[in-house]
Nanobody, 122 residues
Framework: EVQLVESGGGLVQAGGSLKLSCAAS????????IGWFRQAPGKEREGVSC????????YYADFVKGRFTTSSNNAKNTVYLEMNSLKPEDTAVYYC???????????????RGKGTLVTVSS
């Protein structure tokens, strides 16, 4: 059974940094992708980044390019989202999700964590 567990959320001031972790377990091979998504109160869910475990390709949403970085520790089956220069509009519940292959769309990412709250104060 595939499981994803996020950690690292919290309260930070604008301009600060946080590093989220997504620990994945249950995959039998490396042919999967892990995506970070977020949903702010009253807003639609949006994709933040996507990491391909098989080849390391990483994609970012335009609104986080240059501020957020996705990395991985393959030995720990953990993917990280390092968030710098945080803005109040980054406040949201951040989720990691995973799916087979390299598809990064949310519907394809059938394995989903419970999320971790990030609050950025002004």
């Amino acid at each position: 059974e595939v499981q994803l567990v996020e950690s690292g959320g919290g309260l930070v001031q604008a301009g600060g940094s946080l590093k989220l972790s997504c620990a994945a377990s249950g995959f039998s091979d490396d042919d999967y992708a892990i995506g970070w998504f977020r949903q702010a109160p009253g807003k639609e869910r949006e994709g933040v980044s996507c990491f391909s475990r098989s080849d390391g390709d990483t994609y970012y949403a335009d609104f986080v390019k240059g501020r957020f970085t996705t990395s991985s520790n393959n030995a720990k089956n953990t993917v990280y989202l390092e968030m710098n220069s945080l803005k109040p509009e980054d406040t949201a519940v951040y989720y990691c999700a995973a799916g087979r292959g390299k598809e990064c769309g949310y519907p394809a990412m059938v394995y989903r964590g419970k999320g971790t709250l990030v609050t950025v104060s002004s």
